[in-house]
């Protein structure tokens, strides 16, 4: 037997955003997260546009740039992601991704985009499945004796 899972609606809150060189060293990106979702977004900036009935001392015109967001990629997840930062990898021309996932076997992937393929290739993958390992190294924290959930001892 086979477990299906669908998604019906793509997620509509964000979790995570960066602001990093996704696709070029020459272009810096907007990269958001949201739950199973990556969206990378470029900012581009409208010509001058000059503001209605607005002169400086000098009766020069103002004028005033607009910038807009624009949806370049999106890419899926079959997982929730649960952190994400960029870093610039030696000899590299663009910054990779860390993600890390919820209830995966996969704790930290490592992937940057492929130009090739329009797609994210992945860099490397980094497990962490023994308890012992996902824990970390400090022990988790346990609620003081007496308190509210504190485990029940001996009276």
Known sequence: MYAVYKQA????????????????NSERNLV???TSQLYVYRLNRDAEVPTKN??????????????????????????NVMSMASV?????KRDALLLSFKDAKVGLSVVEYDPGTHD?????????EEPELRVGLAPPLVPPPGS???PAGPA
């Open 9 to 24: 609606h793509p997620p509509t809150g964000l979790e995570f955003s960066m602001y990093c060189n996704f696709f070029n």
């Open 32 to 34: 958001v997260a949201g």
């Open 54 to 79: 607005d002169r400086s001392a000098e009766g020069k015109a103002h004028r005033e740039h607009r910038e807009k967001l624009e949806l370049v990629a999106s890419f899926s997840f079959f997982g």
């Open 88 to 92: 610039q990898l030696a000899g590299a």
């Open 120 to 128: 994210l290739k992945t860099l490397s993958l980094h497990y962490f």
């Open 148 to 150: 509210v959930g504190a």
